[in-house]
């Protein structure tokens, strides 16, 4: 376990609901990832990031599919690729990661509390 946060800490990390709408190849990355293009509606917008999660998901079936990310962490270049927001998720036995998402469909842009 990693040390204790507060409260207050755990305030300034900001995870929003987006929605993919585009995921390219991204052949420059070191390990196999994603390009994804995801909007997050229209008080933070359309937002890139880059994603190692060719394992587990195909790219036709990501369009639509709503994910978790931190929206708040400067942008990050990965190869030749500004990478926006940090998609989350956890690694299943095998190491693949799997993407954190909603139980059900709601808002984009709405903050994960």
Do not use: C, H, W
């Amino acid at each position: 376990m990693q040390g204790i946060i507060s409260y207050s800490d755990f305030e300034k990390v900001e995870m929003r609901v987006g929605r993919i709408i585009e995921v390219e190849d991204f052949p420059k990355a070191k390990k196999p990832a994603y390009k994804l293009t995801i909007d997050f509606g229209s008080e933070i917008g359309v937002k890139k990031s880059s994603a190692q999660i060719t394992k587990l998901y195909k790219k036709e079936e990501l369009p639509g599919k709503l994910v978790i990310a931190v929206v708040n962490f400067p942008p990050k270049k990965i190869a030749d690729f500004i990478s926006e927001v940090l998609v989350l998720g956890v690694n299943d036995e095998e190491g693949n990661v799997v993407l954190l998402t909603t139980e059900r469909n709601v808002k984009l842009g709405e903050k994960v509390y």
